[in-house]
């Protein structure tokens, strides 16, 4: 099995690893996928990736994606059962598979990720550049489609992602950065800059980026559900 871990030096993501798992640090071998240093407008991290043939521990097995909740660093099982384990899952799979063969592109759809009230669905396909769109619009679009869908078979409390190519990851770690460079900008020139219209999950993501920064806020501006971030500085309200 493979999992991922974090932590705020390689030590203590390590640590966690072997807590969390409950096996010995001998028992599994690690990955260093990333490492940030501290800086100004953020917070050092390493991020690991574990692989053992080893038996995991019984409460840490049984959830394929988990997170801890507050300001502790995440930890996660990346890789889960890609098959559908339950009917629901089944029908979701069905009907992401149906949309992108009416859309006249073949693909192969599988099980991501699970949380208690979130799957993620991912599309390998030769065509995911289509499937992507333009910033990730069309990718959006179906992500909607299927969520409309999965209301319907009366699991409204139920969270689809959609990803293809680890697009959704790419979008994020290039959204974090845009936000520290603009933050940086801002403070130079104690002005404001407003960004390009986005999604929700978009806007969120450099709304939580840039919300313990000092000398910085942000808002949103616009109608509809593509609206634009503004970053700030505060001196200049």
């Known amino acids: 099995m493979i999992y991922e871990f974090e932590g705020r030096n390689e030590k203590e993501a390590i640590d966690r690893a072997a807590e969390e798992l409950g096996l010995e640090k001998e ?29 995991v521990s019984s409460s840490f097995a049984g959830n394929s994606v988990s997170r801890n909740e507050g300001n502790d660093p995440a930890r996660y099982a990346v890789f889960g059962d890609p098959q559908a ?74 969270r689809i992602i959609l990803d293809s190519e680890n697009y959704r990851i790419r979008r994020e770690e290039s959204l974090v950065r845009l936000a520290y460079s603009v933050a940086d900008r801002v403070r130079e020139n104690r002005g404001s800059i407003l960004l390009e219209p986005m999604n929700p999950f978009d806007r969120r993501l450099i709304h939580t980026t840039l919300n313990d920064i000092r000398d910085v806020e942000t808002k949103s501006e616009g109608e509809g559900l593509y609206k634009q971030v503004r970053v700030f500085y505060r001196g200049v309200r």
């Not at 995911?128 to 699991?155: C, E, H, P």
């Open 27 to 55: 028992d599994f071998d690690v990955e260093i996928l990333e490492t940030q240093r501290q800086g100004l407008f953020k917070k050092g991290y390493v991020k690991i990736r574990i692989h053992t043939e080893k038996q």
């Open 85 to 158: 384990k339950n009917d629901f899952e089944q029908k979701m799979l069905d009907f992401v598979s149906g949309v992108i063969e009416r859309m006249g592109y073949g693909g192969k759809v599988s099980i991501l990720f699970r949380e208690e009230h979130k799957i993620g669905i991912k599309i390998d396909s030769e065509y995911s550049s289509i499937l992507i769109g333009k910033k990730g619009k069309n990718l959006d679009a179906l992500q909607l489609l299927v969520n409309i869908y999965a209301g319907r078979r009366g699991r409204e409390d139920m």
